[in-house]
C-alpha cells in the first residue's frame, strides 16, 4: 500500500457554480489553515465535472518522466507557489487557469519536495496544447476514473502516486 505523505490540507469542492467553492478541512497535522511555501506547485484545473491531465514526456534524469500527472512544476526565484502553478499549465498546456483556492501541501515520495496544490477552474473552449516537456494532454471526466490498487485508471492510462494521492483526496470529500 502507499504511504501516504501529507503536510497539510485543506479539501475543496465545487458546488455547482466553481464560484461557490466551499472549504472542507480534512486530515492535516499542522494546526492553521495557511498556505505555506513549497518547492513546487500544481493546478488542479476543473470544468464542468472534469479535470485536465497530462502525461509528462520520456526524459531521461526525469524521476517523473512518462507518468500522468497534473500541470505545475518548480517554483522560479521570487515566484509564488500559485503563480508558479499558472506559469506552469500555462507552459505546458497553453492554458492560464484561474487559481481558485489553496488545497493543501502535500509531499513526494520520490524526491524531498513540498508540492502545494490549488484549485483551479478555466471555463475557456480551448482545448489543452502539449508542450515541450508534455506528450499528451486531455480532459478527464471525473465520473470515467476507475479506482484500482493506489491508483486510478482512465482507458489506456494509470494515474498513481502524488496525482492519485490529490485527486483521491479531492473526490473523498
Known amino acids: 500500500m502507499?504511504?501516504?505523505?501529507?503536510?497539510?490540507?485543506?479539501?475543496?469542492?465545487?458546488?455547482?457554480?466553481?464560484?461557490?467553492?466551499?472549504?472542507?478541512?480534512?486530515?492535516?497535522?499542522?494546526?492553521n489553515d495557511e498556505e505555506k511555501e513549497s518547492d513546487a506547485a500544481v493546478a488542479l484545473i476543473v470544468?464542468?465535472?472534469?479535470?485536465?491531465?497530462?502525461?509528462?514526456?520520456?526524459?531521461?534524469?526525469?524521476?517523473?518522466?512518462?507518468?500522468?500527472?497534473?500541470?505545475?512544476?518548480?517554483?522560479?526565484?521570487?515566484?509564488?507557489?500559485a503563480e508558479a502553478a499558472r506559469r506552469e499549465?500555462?507552459?505546458e498546456v497553453g492554458i492560464r487557469p484561474e487559481i481558485l483556492h489553496f488545497i493543501g501541501?502535500?509531499?513526494?515520495?520520490?524526491?524531498?519536495?513540498?508540492?502545494?496544490?490549488?484549485?483551479?477552474?478555466?471555463?475557456?473552449?480551448?482545448?489543452p496544447v502539449a508542450g515541450p516537456e508534455v506528450s499528451?494532454?486531455?480532459?478527464v471526466p471525473f465520473r470515467m476514473l476507475q479506482q484500482g490498487e493506489n491508483c486510478f485508471n482512465y482507458g489506456p492510462y494509470r494515474i498513481w502516486g502524488l496525482t492519485f494521492r490529490i485527486l483521491r483526496d479531492y473526490l473523498s470529500t
Open 2 to 31: 502507499c504511504k501516504v505523505h501529507i503536510f497539510r490540507r485543506n479539501r475543496y469542492r465545487l458546488n455547482d457554480n466553481p464560484r461557490n467553492a466551499r472549504m472542507i478541512v480534512g486530515d492535516r497535522t499542522s494546526g
Open 47 to 81: 470544468n464542468d465535472g472534469q479535470f485536465l491531465v497530462i502525461k509528462r514526456k520520456q526524459r531521461e534524469g526525469d524521476p517523473w518522466s512518462g507518468d500522468m500527472a497534473l500541470p505545475g512544476g518548480f517554483r522560479k526565484e521570487g515566484e509564488t507557489p
Open 89 to 91: 499549465s500555462m507552459e
Open 105 to 127: 501541501t502535500y509531499s513526494s515520495l520520490r524526491a524531498k519536495i513540498s508540492v502545494n496544490v490549488y484549485l483551479s477552474k478555466f471555463t475557456e473552449s480551448i482545448p
Open 136 to 139: 499528451e494532454a486531455f480532459w
